[in-house]
Nanobody, 115 residues
């Protein structure tokens, strides 16, 4: 059974940092492209960061320079280190894995940036 489970969300003050984790199981994690997405009431679900199976990385303009995506192929996990957080970073963060026509999503983890 395919599972993606995010964790690490919570309430953080502006300027703070947070690390999200995504645990994957039930598929060949190392073969898949993985993403972090964010969704808020004000914005549609949008890509935050992407990492291919070969380690190629891309960030959204808002995440570039502040966020770091990483993958542990042995543990089938992915992380997103977020720093210099602002209220605009508030939202539900989802991890997604996809290859060819297959795509899997986690249920998401809430991140709230507020003083």
């Amino acid at each position: 059974q395919v599972r993606l489970v995010e964790s690490g969300g919570g309430l953080v003050q502006p300027g703070g940092s947070l690390t999200l984790s995504c645990e994957a199981s039930g598929f060949k994690f190392g073969h898949y492209i993985m993403w972090w997405y964010r969704e808020s009431p004000e914005k549609n679900r949008e890509i935050v960061a992407e990492m291919t199976s070969l380690g190629s990385i891309r960030y959204s303009d808002s995440a570039n320079g502040r966020f770091l995506i990483s993958r542990d192929m042995d543990k089938s996990t992915m992380k997103l280190y977020m720093s210099a957080l602002t209220p605009d970073d508030t939202g539900v963060y989802y991890c997604k894995g996809a290859i060819d026509m297959e795509a899997y999503w986690g249920p998401g983890t809430q991140v709230t940036v507020s003083s």
